[in-house]
């Protein structure tokens, strides 16, 4: 969880518990949303389902979709 919020939203240094547990709390804006701003989509594969971690819920709020 993360290696996500690091590498897709460059939040490094967070000791409390990973912004997947709590997506709402997220300030910055994410690779996907400045990808998408530059004509790209951004897609997601997973193995494990969404409501593993709440996953799910960090997606949403990264990607800014309604439901996935």
Do not use: W
């Amino acid at each position: 969880n993360r290696a996500q919020e690091n590498i897709l939203c460059g939040i490094n240094s967070n000791i409390q518990q990973s912004f997947s547990m709590h997506p709402k709390d997220i300030k910055t804006v994410c690779l996907p949303q400045l990808l998408k701003d530059s004509g790209y989509k951004t897609i997601v594969f997973r193995s494990d389902k969404l409501g593993f971690a709440n996953e799910g819920n960090f997606f949403r709020k990264i990607l800014r979709l309604a439901n996935i």
